[in-house]
């Protein structure tokens, strides 16, 4: 089974179970590498509810420490952190960078337009039922491609994340995904096809398939995730998610050890 690159830890406030747990669920899934990658403090001080405290930074290291020490010889553990994109956040993203040894980074789009954090729940019935939707995609696509430009980080996460309750713009979407695909084609980075979105109201994988076909055509290496919160969802719908990474031209997946990659059939 593919490495499962990004999972989460109680740590953000938003997920449950002990690194024992996360990873008895990886090697009981059968993944080539486990990648913990919680999301990532904003700054020196407190920035919304759902992450780390950068003084919780060596809480991190310690959990990561006991995860490794379970995983023993038997599976690979590998540590990034999952960053959000933010106007300014450049700086502390390279600041973050230099505190530990990490394999990997995730660069993630949680908020737009003057830090919205439009996949929070508690907007879907009043920001988004009032959002012009082409716009809040131009919008986001617009600070996707902003992100990958930035040249900060190793896989770019859930690509198309906006639609996930389910709003969509009417007629073909490739003219949002071929700017971000050109730009990641420029960089040099992969994405991830996160299988979390299955759980959501838009019951798509991010990104979507058509997203993916034209990522490959690219040339843009790709990864499987869950976005586990919780170690039952570790690996979670990985038969299927390589079915559709299958579907959509790819072979291999990426494996990353500290920023090296390498390839794995699929
Ligand atoms: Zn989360
Ligand atoms: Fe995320
Ligand atoms: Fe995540």
Request: charged share 25%; with cysteine.
């Amino acid at each position: 089974m593919p490495a499962d690159y990004h999972t989460h830890t109680p740590l953000c406030m938003h997920a449950e179970g002990e690194p024992e747990q996360y990873i008895d669920a990886a090697i009981a899934a059968g993944v080539t590498e486990y990648g913990i990658s919680d999301h990532a403090p904003v700054g020196e001080e407190f920035f919304d509810d759902w992450r780390m405290l950068e003084s919780q930074l060596p809480e991190y290291f310690s959990w990561v420490e006991r995860a490794k020490a379970h995983a023993g010889d038997k599976l690979p553990v590998r540590v990034g952190m999952e960053c959000d994109w933010l106007p300014g956040c450049e700086s502390w993203i390279q600041d973050l960078r230099s505190r530990y040894d990490w394999d990997y980074l995730i660069g993630s789009v949680h908020y737009i337009n003057d830090q919205w954090d439009f996949d929070n729940p508690k907007w879907v019935g009043s920001k988004w039922a009032e959002a012009d939707i082409d716009q809040v995609w131009e919008t986001y696509w617009s600070t996707y491609i902003d992100m990958i430009d930035s040249g900060l980080f190793d896989i770019f996460g859930h690509p198309d994340l906006i639609k996930k309750f389910g709003h969509k713009p009417a007629g073909d979407l490739s003219r949002f995904y071929e700017p971000a695909i050109d730009a990641l084609a420029t960089s040099g980075a992969i994405i991830e096809l996160n299988t979390a979105g299955w759980h959501k109201p838009c019951a798509e994988q991010y990104p979507h398939s058509e997203f993916l076909e034209l990522a490959r055509d690219g040339g843009i290496g790709l990864v499987i995730s869950s976005d586990a919160h919780h170690p039952a969802e570790v690996a979670r719908d990985f038969e299927k998610a390589k079915a559709v990474a299958k579907a959509a031209g790819y072979m291999e997946t990426v494996l990353i050890d500290k920023g090296q990659r390498s390839y794995e059939n699929l």
